[in-house]
């Protein structure tokens, strides 16, 4: 039986198809879903083997853990052909049975880093680093290569004698990644590569369709942060301008894209977009409903930064702090630089009737008509005068009958005349 199968698979290597899956670029969770749709349809297939090409800085741990797991379980011959394997990549490349380094490549230097959005990167925490190191650990012992190296890899503190010095990461190049084990061979080309690994020479390439491209770049921290920030402004607009219009439909069109490109990604589903929902209907009631600033306001806050954070993980926080940065760019502009637009007019609650500033003001008392929607912001009309004004709490309709209830500088706050 042993002789059976171990004909069967020579046979299959000699006459099968090798597929090659390329990883470049930076590892995220769409290259992820790639590769383990790719290695499906290659053991669906019956390929012989599955040679994966890597080029990568490195990118998010748990996209690299999602696919590094992959490839263990794979029951297909695998081959890492390293270009560059840094950082996640490096743990990519040790997973696979067999690694093959071309002229001039490295791996390692898998040190997990954080980015704040407004300072340079830096080490994770102890507490990262030794769950990441555990990983490698793992995957190293699972294909027979050299543990500590792999450990020297993600730990600075980890020194090994002649290569790498304590505080630094270890990074091997391509002869001493094959000295020391931690790759199998060097070749001079991709066919080369195949040949010394017995992967058959006949092979079929797969790319990432335009599924994958699109949440490629849709989660990218910086697109989804303008995504959700371009969303929220133009809702707000939109909320306080009579009507619902283009500012509207296109707030939801940025915030549909921001949620098209996790769930491409399978970074979110229903439950992230729920959450998002709830946050800004609690935001709507604390403004509408409850003056002040309270519980229903924290929990919407609450409920939108958890949205984001089970979409994006790790790069929730950056994504956020693109996102408040971009939102706080676009209100100025359309407070300072828009003063005279319908939304800006709306917003900072400029009086439509300056032009008149002489004339006497509408005061506390004063009796007049909804000339729009309160949202709160609007237009009323009192006597012969348009004035801006806002709706003390709730929602007014347009024709409403409406009191001054406070007047504050050129801010005027009005509710319904029945109450």
Excluded at 104 to 127: R, Y
Excluded at 349 to 367: D, F, K, N, P, Q
């Amino acid at each position: 039986m042993k002789r059976l199968l171990a004909l069967a698979l020579l046979f299959s290597l000699a006459w099968g198809k090798t597929y090659l899956i390329p990883i470049q670029g930076e590892i995220d969770p769409a290259l992820a879903v790639f590769v383990e749709e790719a290695l499906s349809r290659a053991e669906r297939e019956g390929a012989s083997g599955v040679a994966f090409l890597i080029d990568t800085p490195g990118g998010r741990v748990d996209a690299a853990i999602r696919m590094a797991d992959r490839i263990l379980q794979t029951p297909l011959p695998t081959l890492a052909v390293v270009q560059n394997a840094f950082s996640a990549g490096a743990l990519i490349a040790l997973a696979c049975r067999q690694v093959a380094m071309l002229p001039g490549s490295e791996i390692g230097a898998a040190l997990p880093v954080v980015a704040p959005p407004l300072g340079q990167p830096q080490a994770a925490d102890q507490k990262v680093i030794s769950a990441l190191k555990g990983k490698f650990r793992a995957v190293a012992e699972a294909r027979g290569r050299p543990v500590e190296l792999a450990e020297a890899m993600v730990d600075p503190a980890v020194e090994v004698p002649g290569l790498s010095a304590k505080g630094e990461p270890l990074t091997l190049s391509a002869d001493k990644a094959v000295e020391l084990k931690v790759a199998d061979f060097k070749a001079a080309s991709l066919p080369e590569a195949l040949r010394q690994a017995g992967f058959s020479p006949e092979t079929e390439r797969l790319e990432p369709g335009p599924r994958v491209r699109v949440a490629r770049f849709l989660t990218s921290s910086t697109v989804a942060g303008l995504l959700l920030a371009l969303g929220l402004l133009l809702l707000l607009i939109e909320l306080f301008t009579p009507g619902f219009g283009v500012m509207g439909a296109l707030g939801l069109a940025f915030l549909a894209l921001y949620f098209a490109g996790g769930w491409l990604a399978g970074l979110s589903g229903a439950f992230e977009l729920l959450l998002f929902f709830l946050g800004v209907a609690l935001l709507l009631a604390e403004a509408f409903l409850f003056p002040g600033f309270g519980l229903a306001g924290a929990l919407g806050v609450g409920s939108i930064l958890a949205s984001v954070y089970f979409t994006f993980g790790e790069n929730a926080l950056l994504v956020l702090a693109i996102a408040v940065i971009a939102l706080g760019l676009g209100l100025l502009v359309v407070f300072r630089y828009l003063p005279r637009t319908r939304p800006a007019r709306a917003l900072v609650l400029e009086s439509a009737i300056a032009e008149h500033a002489t004339e006497e003001v509408v005061e506390v008392g004063s009796v007049g008509t909804a000339l729009t929607d309160l949202r709160p912001g609007g237009v009323g009309r009192f006597g012969a005068k348009r004035v801006d004004v806002v709706a003390h709490r709730g929602f007014i309709p347009k024709g409403t009958a409406i009191r001054v209830v406070e007047v504050r500088g050129p801010t005027v706050l009005v509710e319904p005349l029945e109450e």
